[in-house]
């Protein structure tokens, strides 16, 4: 590559892998196995009611699992379960009144400790299975009766595990077998790795001196053959660096999540399979419904094979042409190879077997004829995206920016025409009239949709929607991921005002490409960002449809001195950012849940910065020209 570092091909290369060198160790240093020195594990699995068990290593950082099944009579007038540590200061659950059963953790306040309500109404005569987590990252989780009541974090959590007994401290001979059977008590206490702060300062440090000279010295005007090698570079580089880590989690014992950056393997191809075998249900949209109809005659093995190979033949042959383009040579093959196979939307949508890979089949030769001026083919496909799923409605604005109004109403009136169609072959063979099957749908896509996925957590899994990015910073200021009465009325504010704040954002994102922006490719990229960012719910496969907007980026003419800018932040979007979960119960929901919200709203600020500075150029240019 010339012009790098003073021409200097092998001082680039060096650099960069140092880079990524860097960043993969700072995602290392999270690791729990590399933070923290194990100094004691001892599990209890029998233990005498009547004796108090005693430990004299005392440790900051403990991971602690206690997990049993509890029976109480109602005439036991049980005050309390268990506790560790000394009085006040340890992890107790107890009664504190009839009914009312509570954790109560040491914590640093005046009181000394915190208290935490797992039921109300505590069912006596049943046997309840109860379970109590807490890291030594000072995270509580507990489940009651397998549902999980408590999960919070919180920094001022500092309890001791010095002591454990059931019951009271001062001989409580109530608590027998009967009452708790089945206990497992395990603990184990950490020490920090003297070496992990030093480590860790050093690795950033070089991190961002690196990331500083890479900028520095590529900030200027690439040609296209350079923004080919430089994304895919990052792409091979990203998918490497991810399937090392991957590697590295199993190699020190972690299973799924984090083991993959894809979904459970257990689920693969589940979003073709589910809906094929359903064919009754309504999925996506009636077009959708139809089509589902079609591969259900050719059964399920034979549909998932011709819809997989069907789609990765596409994806292969658009790659062909964008980055292959005419010069046919190992090289530029390479390059069109590692866009269709190294990419993690890619990779994702075909582990899900999600019909997005079509949507995006579509939307490329909406934007291919586009481009070329053909504007009712455009439309079409387009029309045919938009039936598979309303969200690709938004680039009708990109038409409208065109002047091409016929074409954006022929595209409305092809929507129409094929959902009206689908809608008649799906009633055909149903024993629901038309408004039925309509409001069957209507009813799938709101009242269910909304409680699992918008409202509950679902949502958030393999999610990169600014929804989701909301929702996670509620959960953060209240310390908890559960669904509680103070979450729920936060999230369903989020959900009422959330609407106003999409067709807000739409609105400014429209009047800009509508008004100010000119090239094609930026008003591309603004829609797809439109398409993934605002919906309650964006799946990982949705960013599949950023190599639209890239490819365009790739063979535009217009020069640009950020060019590399821009094609990190496309990159970025493009490979595998699942390093570690986030969340203990959300165990789909990683880094990237955050990370690509931020890089997609990065890069439509970049767009709007550069577009409006072009703007005053261009009417200071005029001022002027008219005053000469």
Not at 15 to 28: E, P, R, V
């Amino acid at each position: 590559m010339k012009h790098l570092f003073k021409n200097s091909k092998k001082y680039f290369f060096v650099t960069f892998f140092l880079f990524i060198l860097s960043l993969l160790w700072i995602f290392y240093t999270y690791n729990d196995k590399f933070q923290y020195q194990v100094i004691k594990n001892v599990t209890y699995n029998n233990i005498d009611s009547q004796k108090e068990y005693s430990e004299a290593v005392s440790s900051n950082y403990k991971d602690v699992d206690i997990s049993f099944s509890l029976f109480v009579d109602s005439k036991d007038n049980i005050v309390d379960i268990f506790q560790t540590g000394s009085l006040g200061t340890g992890l107790i659950m107890r009664f504190s009144q009839p009914g009312l059963l509570q954790i109560i953790i040491g914590y640093d306040n005046l009181l000394g400790n915190k208290v935490y309500s797992l039921t109300d109404s505590f069912e006596y005569n049943k046997a309840h299975a109860i379970k109590v987590i807490v890291t030594k990252e000072k995270h509580l989780w507990v489940a009651y009766d397998d549902i999980l009541v408590i999960n919070t974090y919180d920094k001022n959590i500092n309890f001791d595990v010095s002591k454990f007994r059931l019951g009271q401290f001062f001989h409580d001979e109530k608590i027998t077998k009967s009452t708790i059977s089945n206990l497992k008590y395990t603990y184990t206490l950490f020490r920090t790795v003297p070496a992990y702060s030093i480590v860790k300062k050093i690795m950033t440090l070089i991190f961002f001196v690196l990331s500083f000279q890479l900028l520095k010295k590529n900030i200027r005007i690439f040609s296209r053959e350079e923004r080919i090698k430089y994304t895919a570079f990052i792409l091979v580089v990203g998918f490497l660096m991810a399937v090392f880590y991957l590697i590295g989690q199993s190699i020190l014992g972690y299973t799924y999540p984090k083991n993959t950056f894809l979904f459970n393997p257990g689920n693969m191809f589940s979003d073709f399979i589910g809906p094929v075998n359903n064919p009754d249900i309504i999925t996506y949209s009636f077009f959708m419904a139809s089509i589902k109809l079609f591969f259900y005659h050719f059964g399920t093995e034979i549909s998932l094979v011709l819809f997989l190979v069907g789609s990765i033949a596409f994806l292969t042959l658009i790659n062909i042409k964008e980055i292959a383009g005419k010069k046919f040579n190992t090289t530029s093959i390479f390059y069109a190879a590692v866009f269709s196979l190294l990419s993690y939307p890619v990779l994702f949508a075909i582990n899900r077997g999600n019909f997005e890979l079509w949507v995006f089949v579509l939307l490329y030769l909406f934007s291919y004829y586009l481009n070329q001026k053909r504007f009712i083919r455009s439309a079409i496909f387009l029309s045919l995206a938009i039936s598979l799923k309303i969200f690709p409605a938004v680039f009708l604005i990109v038409m409208l920016s065109c002047k091409k109004f016929k074409a954006a109403i022929y595209a409305c009136l092809f929507t129409l025409c094929t959902t009206l169609i689908s809608l008649a072959v799906f009633a055909s063979r149903s024993s629901h009239n038309v408004s039925k099957l309509i409001s069957q749908y209507v009813n799938t896509y709101t009242i269910g949709y909304v409680k699992e996925y918008v409202v509950d957590n679902r949502g958030l899994d393999f999610g990169h929607s600014l929804y989701g990015l909301l929702k996670l910073r509620i959960f953060s200021f209240y310390k908890t991921t559960n669904i509680t009465d103070v979450t729920l009325k936060k999230i369903t504010t989020l959900l009422n005002s959330y609407t106003r704040i999409q067709i807000s954002l739409l609105v400014i994102l429209s009047a800009y490409i509508l008004f100010i922006e000119k090239e094609l490719w930026k008003k591309i990229t603004l829609m797809v960002i439109a398409m993934n960012l605002l919906p309650f719910v964006s799946a990982d496969y949705k960013l599949i449809n950023f190599f639209i907007p890239l490819y365009l980026f790739i063979n535009k003419k217009e020069k640009s001195r950020i060019d590399f800018l821009y094609i990190i932040l496309f990159s970025l979007l493009l490979v595998p950012k699942n390093y570690y979960t986030v969340l203990l119960n959300l165990p789909d929901t990683s880094l990237s849940v955050l990370l690509n919200p931020l890089i997609m709203i990065i890069l439509a600020l970049f767009i709007l910065f550069e577009g409006f500075k072009n703007m005053y150029v261009r009417k200071r240019s005029s001022y002027v020209s008219s005053v000469i």
